[in-house]
Nanobody, 118 residues
Framework: QVQLQESGPGLVKPSQALSLTCTVS??????????WNWIRQPPGKGLEWIGF???????DYNPTLKSRTSISRDTSKNIVTLLLRSVSPEDTAVYYC??????????WGQGTQVTVSS
């Protein structure tokens, strides 16, 4: 069973950078045909896709967030990281990592609350 666990700061100040880590167990982030995504849900709103990194290290991002977003991986540690720069209170959300493959988001982390506030 693939398990994903998000970790990082629960509180970030405006203008700072948010860095989150998705630790993956039970499967390799280099496995063919799987994509490792970051998704968030602001309070009272729906899910918003942030971006992904694929099995070959390829990336793609939501155009609305692309200029501030970087997703990377460390294959030796089997982790995926999210960097969201220059955050504002509008970035307050529950952040999830999720694996996409076989036509669906089949595995999700439990989510981690991130609040942007001074």
């Amino acid at each position: 069973q693939v398990q994903l666990q998000e970790s990082g700061p629960g509180l970030v100040k405006p203008s700072q950078a948010l860095s989150l880590t998705c630790t993956v167990s039970g499967g390799s982030i280099t496995t063919n045909n799987y994509y490792w995504n970051w998704i968030r849900q602001p309070p009272g709103k729906g899910l918003e896709w942030i971006g992904f990194i694929g099995d070959e290290g390829n990336t793609d991002y939501n155009p609305t967030l692309k200029s501030r977003t970087s997703i990377s991986r460390d294959t030796s540690k089997n982790i995926v990281t999210l960097l969201l720069r220059s955050v504002s209170p509008e970035d307050t959300a529950v952040y999830y990592c999720a694996r996409y493959g076989l036509g669906l988001f089949g595995s999700w982390g439990q989510g981690t609350q991130v609040t942007v506030s001074s």
